[in-house]
């Protein structure tokens, strides 16, 4: 009981911890160099069609945090309607593939049926991690509803 309390705190503080980040990761590219190629310790960051690294990171993280908050939204919510979320899930990983392949010459320009096997495979990553991870939001709506019929018991009739 208590390692699950620890594994379901760490999760969550990790997912607090993302959605924190966000803003920041919006602007990231502002501390890039305005430069073709930037050499990090990670290695060599290619403008490529964009022209300038600082470019490519700005399309990349306009792409990349959208999606980062739809998944975490999808893996987080409890409500029935939460499956249309992996609709703009697939476009925003296709978009971040178009940005990542810069041989592409439209960034928003896609034709649907190319979307379709991205969508596929989404979806099944999607609800394999939906699954792993429903035990604990079904266990805080659980808890919710214990502690409220804790506090507020119901009356007896006479």
Request: aromatic share 18%.
């Amino acid at each position: 009981m208590k390692n699950k309390k620890r594994v379901s705190l760490f999760a969550g503080s990790v997912i607090v911890f993302l959605i924190i980040i966000t803003p920041y990761l919006m602007f990231l590219y502002k501390s890039v160099p305005d430069v073709e190629n930037w050499k990090t310790f990670l290695g060599v960051i290619k403008g490529g069609y964009y022209d300038s690294a600082q470019n490519y990171i700005y399309w990349f993280f306009s792409k990349f945090v959208p999606l980062l908050l739809l998944i975490i939204w999808f893996l987080t919510c409890k409500h029935w309607w939460v499956h249309a979320i992996i609709i703009p899930i697939s476009v925003y990983l296709f978009q971040l593939i178009t940005v990542i392949n810069d041989s592409e010459k439209y960034i928003d320009e896609v034709e649907f049926i190319y979307t379709v096997p991205i969508t596929v495979l989404v979806i099944t990553i999607m609800y394999y991690l939906r699954s792993k991870l429903a035990i604990f939001i079904q266990a805080v709506d659980l808890k919710k509803e214990m502690d409220d019929k804790m506090q507020f018991p119901p009356k007896k009739a006479d």
